[in-house]
């Protein structure tokens, strides 16, 4: 299921979100399209959008959300719209999906396919997909979202239309979240600077209350004992981060997007702990020690690596 999205309510990114008005208003639409940028900033909001709009049955797809089509769409039950958005894309999804779009639209011009971080699609699926974009349909829009588009084959990338999107500013973030949620402007601030140019997840510690401030203790420790020369601290601190196994998911995501925030400050020369090199080090052992544990590898070694610097 998907929330609808309403391209005038997109945070940020006004150029790009200017560019895909004016494709669906100009008739100058694409087959695909490569989503490509930052995690947390947008792109999955604006190919929903984006979706919407080129379904439209209403004189003014920009702004319309009574027509039949766009009450269909907002009722997550539109018959031409298909999301995409699974942990792991198999061969057997792509090959479901395929097979409905090659079918006539039920209503009006088109079919639209959004699958977002295409990178999560195996090889195979990612393969069986290259016939759908080398040959679509006239009547077929496929909207593909992405990290880093290294992550995908350079056929897929090659035969789709790529639009790029960035951070967003720390002051859009603000005031979006102070004027237009109605976030404390304590709480904001501490947001912002967690959030490090990504609205997705600013808005998502917003409705969670006191998880900003979890992650802003967690994460001053971490850096603390990550820092620190004294390996009884860094042992104590893997003993309490990695008992609580339910929340350590979580915990590891918040403190890769804190990690990342120091980063950018850092690059700005506004950061006195860090350099971005070891920032980016740190990034890559967050990253393989999350791994690890998805492999089921024991939580409190994988921790104690990390800390150690064992974790290349």
């Not at 940028?37 to 979706?51: D, F, H, Q, R, S």
């Not at 925030?261 to 350099?275: H, Q």
């Given at each position: ?16 979100i200017?560019?895909l008005?004016?494709?669906v208003?100009?008739?100058n639409l694409s087959?695909?399209?490569?989503f ?16 919407k709009?080129i379904?439209c049955?209403?004189?003014?797809p ?5 027509c ?13 719209f ?7 894309v ?7 999906l ?27 699926a990612?393969?069986?997909?290259l016939?759908t974009?080398?040959?679509?349909t ?11 588009k290294?992550?995908l ?9 790529m ?5 967003v500013?720390?002051?859009?973030i603000?005031?979006?979240l ?10 904001t ?9 990504r ?14 401030t ?5 994460t ?19 003993d ?12 590891l ?13 850092a690059?700005?020369g ?10 980016l080090t ?6 393989k020690?999350?791994e690890?544990?998805r ?10 690596g ?7």
């Amino acid at each position: 299921m998907y929330n609808v999205v309403v391209m005038k309510d997109i945070v940020g990114n006004s150029t790009t979100i200017k560019y895909l008005k004016d494709s669906v208003a100009g008739d100058n639409l694409s087959h695909a399209y490569l989503f490509c940028g930052p995690e947390n900033v947008g792109k999955t909001k604006a190919g929903i959008g984006l979706a919407k709009m080129i379904l439209c049955e209403g004189t003014n797809p920009l702004e319309c959300s009574t027509c039949p089509s766009c009450m269909l769409f907002g009722s997550g039950n539109h018959p031409d719209f298909h999301f995409l958005d699974k942990d792991a894309v198999l061969v057997e999804d792509i090959r479901e999906l395929t097979g409905a779009l090659e079918l006539r639209p039920y209503r009006g011009k088109a079919k639209v396919a959004l699958i977002p971080h295409a990178e999560k699609l195996t090889t195979q699926a990612l393969n069986s997909f290259l016939k759908t974009l080398e040959e679509p349909t006239t009547q077929t829009v496929i909207i593909l979202t992405t990290e880093n588009k290294k992550n995908l084959l350079e056929t897929i990338v090659s035969r789709a239309r790529m639009v790029n999107f960035s951070l967003v500013s720390d002051k859009q973030i603000y005031e979006f979240l102070n004027g237009e949620l109605g976030v404390k402007k304590a709480e904001t601030e501490q947001i912002v600077g967690l959030a490090g140019g990504r609205i997705g997840y600013a808005v998502t510690l917003s409705t969670d209350e006191g998880m900003a401030t979890d992650i802003t203790t967690l994460t001053t420790e971490f850096m603390r004992a990550y820092k620190s020369a004294d390996i009884y601290e860094k042992m104590i601190f893997a003993d309490k981060l990695s008992k609580d196994k339910e929340l350590l998911g979580s915990r590891l995501s918040g403190l890769e997007m804190s990690v990342r925030g120091e980063l950018l400050r850092a690059a700005a020369g506004s950061s006195k702990t860090f350099s971005p090199g070891e920032l980016l080090t740190l990034l890559g052992r967050l990253a393989k020690s999350a791994e690890a544990i998805r492999r089921n590898a024991n939580i409190k070694l994988v921790i104690e690596g990390l800390l150690l610097g064992s974790i290349a």
